[in-house]
């Protein structure tokens, strides 16, 4: 059993470059996140999704882009990094009771530096 | 807001010492609280959790009780080993709305044989 799948575990960019992180999970969940860690700051929510087609903003939302075509992944998009953008990035599952009562899946991290 | 506030890290223990990390909360109502844990090159995962004052969490050796007179949560082990070398982090989960998680800052955990 996979679980929770990131890609790609380390991204260097340049300032102004686009990518994708990637999440794929495979235990059926319906609600999918983005976190991000900074030092001092723990994690904290980017995007979130409570199904496919469905998405909203967590707490950090902006110069971030997802979307949700299919239940299994939720990719991240950032349109144009800035180094303010450096951070690791976890993607997180669980079912929706699992969301509510915070026992979530967690991939294993994606380290990205922007310079 | 909701702010979770762990003890700072790093912490080094000699293996079979007892651990103490703290956490204490700020929250509205009444939260759920929770020790998720990530060891090396691995996600985070559920450690244990508690929904309601008094409650105690306990997994793998690990305990913590839910304080709600002191808004705490602390972590404790009474013999720790150097399977346990982990980065921890506390959070909790407002019970009002569709609050989501607040972590804490996470706080790493070397044991030492």
């Known amino acids: 059993n996979a679980g929770v799948t990131q890609t790609p575990k380390f991204q260097v960019l340049k300032t102004g470059q686009s990518m994708t992180l990637q999440c794929a999970q495979d235990m059926n969940h319906e609600y999918m996140s983005w976190y991000r860690q900074d030092p001092g700051m723990g994690l904290r929510l980017i995007h979130y999704s409570v199904g496919a087609g469905i998405t909203d903003q967590g707490e950090v939302p902006n110069g971030y882009n997802v979307s949700r075509s299919t239940t299994e992944d939720f990719p991240l998009r950032l349109l144009s990094a800035a180094p303010s953008q450096t951070s690791v990035y976890f993607c997180?599952?669980?079912?929706?009771?699992?969301?509510?009562?915070?026992?979530?899946?967690f991939g294993e991290g994606s380290r990205l530096t922007v310079l | 807001g909701n702010s979770v506030t762990q003890m700072e890290g790093p912490v080094t223990l000699s293996e079979e010492a007892f651990l103490t990390i703290n956490c204490t909360y700020t929250?509205?109502?009444?939260?759920?609280l929770f020790w998720y844990v990530q060891y090396p090159g691995e996600g985070l995962q559920l450690l244990l959790k508690?929904?309601?004052?008094?409650d105690k969490g306990s997994n793998k050796g690990f305990e913590a009780t839910y304080r709600k007179e002191t808004t705490s949560f602390h972590l404790e082990k009474g013999s720790v080993q150097v399977s346990d070398s982990a980065v921890y982090f506390c959070a909790l989960r407002s019970n009002f709305g569709n609050e989501k998680l607040t972590f804490g800052t996470g706080t790493r955990l070397t044991i030492i044989p």
């Open positions: 997180a599952s669980s079912y929706p009771q699992g969301a509510n009562t915070g026992e979530l899946f």
């Open positions: 508690a929904t309601k004052a008094d």
């Open positions: 929250a509205t109502g009444y939260p759920s």
